[in-house]
């Protein structure tokens, strides 16, 4: 009897999940298809199932983690744009989100995805350039920043956060994400 769509589904997300995981702590090269199978306990023939390639696996690994990240989701309907745009960053730019378990990819990637091949470059341009998109959507019409502003912006605080995953003295880390906060609110115009 075949899988049903819903089945199907489940375990794709499973595979999503557990290569998001995995990229995002170890990066591209250090997993094997082997590794993101055995951590989501499904077998190799799987993978297969649902991606063609682990080049495949990375792209839709990274639309996964951007689409369930939390400037994904919705801005709740009492919070302005503004506002809301400021609680993300805060988070963004927060220990929590240094040290936490899921970091962001385009931060914990940004070097490992120099030597990959083109479709994981690709990837993990789409979602830089949609991450721009949604903060310059928040900022608004009337915000005193423009596209490359936000460009700026973003490169500024993923960096923030690669650099403060690598550094071991917790209050260095602190001022560079408050620095980076604080440029932040500048660039917006002081959100």
């Not at 990837?123 to 903060?135: E, G, P, S, V």
């Given at each position: 009897?075949?899988?049903?769509?819903?089945?199907?589904?489940?375990?794709?997300?499973?595979?999503?999940?557990?290569?998001?995981?995995?990229?995002?702590?170890?990066?591209?090269?250090?997993?094997?298809?082997?590794?993101?199978?055995?951590?989501?306990?499904?077998?190799?023939?799987?993978?297969?199932?649902?991606?063609?390639?682990?080049?495949?696996?990375?792209?839709?690994?990274?639309?996964?983690?951007?689409?369930?990240?939390?400037?994904?989701?919705?801005?709740?309907?009492?919070?302005?744009?503004?506002?809301?745009?400021?609680?993300?960053?805060?988070?963004?730019?927060?220990?929590?989100?240094?040290?936490?378990?899921?970091?962001?990819?385009?931060?914990?990637?940004?070097?490992?995805?120099?030597s990959?091949?083109?479709?994981?470059?690709?990837?993990?341009?789409?979602?830089?350039?949609?991450?721009?998109?949604?903060?310059?959507?928040?900022?608004?019409d009337?915000?005193?920043?423009?596209?490359?502003?936000?460009?700026?912006?973003?490169?500024?605080?993923?960096?923030?956060?690669?650099?403060?995953?690598?550094?071991?003295?917790?209050?260095?880390?602190?001022?560079?994400?408050?620095?980076?906060?604080?440029?932040?609110?500048?660039?917006l115009?002081?959100?």
């Open positions: 009897m075949p899988y049903s769509k819903k089945h199907k589904e489940e375990t794709r997300q499973s595979i999503l999940k557990s290569a998001n995981e995995l990229f995002s702590s170890k990066g591209f090269s250090a997993v094997t298809v082997n590794e993101v199978m055995q951590n989501c306990s499904l077998t190799r023939g799987a993978f297969y199932a649902h991606f063609n390639s682990k080049s495949n696996l990375y792209s839709e690994a990274l639309k996964f983690s951007a689409t369930n990240s939390e400037l994904a989701k919705l801005k709740p309907k009492e919070i302005s744009s503004k506002d809301w745009l400021g609680q993300l960053l805060n988070a963004y730019l927060s220990t929590e989100h240094v040290d936490g378990e899921r970091p962001c990819p385009l931060a914990f990637l940004a070097i490992d995805i120099v990959q091949d083109k479709t994981a470059k690709k990837a993990y341009a789409h979602t830089f350039k949609n991450m721009n998109k949604i903060i310059l959507d928040y900022a608004g009337n915000a005193p920043c423009n596209k490359e502003d936000i460009l700026s912006l973003t490169s500024m605080i993923i960096g923030a956060v690669a650099v403060s995953r690598t550094i071991e003295d917790k209050d260095l880390v602190k001022n560079i994400l408050a620095s980076c906060r604080q440029q932040a609110r500048l660039i115009g002081g959100i």
